[in-house]
């Protein structure tokens, strides 16, 4: 049996590691941001029902267009957005890995602000775009003036903003995005990103980068269905655009690559939203139940606008991190000095965090 280095794979993907997160089984599970509530069970048997249906023609081929859905997705996002302005992949992964196929490749530049979702310089690496990320401000904050300081500097032909931010749960504000995409505009007219997989959370989640479309060819902004939606495991992502940006990603796309089962669960999904993110309100009490009590907890949460808490104040943080497993907890080490991620969970979830840190600390 072969190790990976005796395969002759690329030499720019020597000694790298795949992206993940421990999958393990424990009571709380509370380390990858998913949405831990389960769907409505009239959502499910509408669901199922429509992929059963999928099931009598799954000899044919599937729209390759996805046209329903992309009418669905536009009227969720709302902000006069029209299908042709709607993308949608396998998870938001696969439309980013669209972006990058299509507009970065060798030659080309692509910038994040440090920490940031760490995906974005895997899927550089996967289009051999070189990649590179710029340090957030203090307490992993963004501005305009540190934003466009970066692009004149880099002189990119992505910008990838993250908003709100993963891991740290920061929030990114209008004039910042405006300030990207005039400083690229003069550099080297490339496109801005504005990936917002957790912007229903967010305190106002109208406040989006979608407002921002008309009149700018060049921004998209991506959006899944994995975290409010609760569809983690269905995996649909989508994104808003200028049409012309859509017709670069039919370009690198492969053939049919949303299939019938997929397209159908996130249509009806789609039709009964207001149901389908009838979570969020909850897991934004339970974020901020768990900012004032890791607080009273003598911690440092940061800013978050997103379904998770970035808390800091721990001297060690791997040994916290291991003690709460060994209590049927799991959080996140993201490898940011002094700190932990957790998601928000249920309101029982939440609970069982903040009593097993508390007995983690007091020990």
Known sequence: MANLSDLPI?????GKVPYGAPQLQVAVSLNVNENTHRIPEEVAVDIIGRVASAVLEINRYPD?????????????????????????????????QHIFQAFGGPGRKAIGFAPTYSMYPLLAS??????????????????????????LEQ?????MLCSPNNPTGTPLDLESVIAAYDAVSEVTGGIVVVDEAYIEFASDSERSALALLPGRERLLVSRTMSKAFAFAGARVGYLAADPAVIDALRL?????????????AAEAALDHAE???ATVDDIRYQRDRMVLELIDLGLDPYRSDANFVLFGGLENPQQVFEALLAKG???????????????AGTESETSAFLEALRQVLNA
């Open 10 to 14: 690329r030499s720019d993907l020597v």
């Open 64 to 96: 390759r267009e996805f046209t329903k859905l992309r009418v669905a997705l536009a009227k969720y996002l709302k902000f006069d957005l029209k299908p042709e302005n709607i993308w949608a992949a396998n998870g938001s992964n696969e439309v980013l």
């Open 126 to 151: 996967g289009t051999q775009t070189e990649y590179l990320d710029v340090s957030r401000g203090e307490r992993y904050e963004l501005n305009p003036s540190l934003i466009r300081e970066a692009i």
């Open 155 to 159: 002189r990119p032909n992505i910008v």
């Open 252 to 264: 690198v796309r492969l053939p049919y690559h949303l299939s019938a089962f997929t397209q159908a």
């Open 275 to 277: 149901l389908m993110l």
């Open 329 to 343: 907890v799991l959080v996140r080490n993201v490898g940011l000095p002094g700190t932990l991620r957790v998601s």
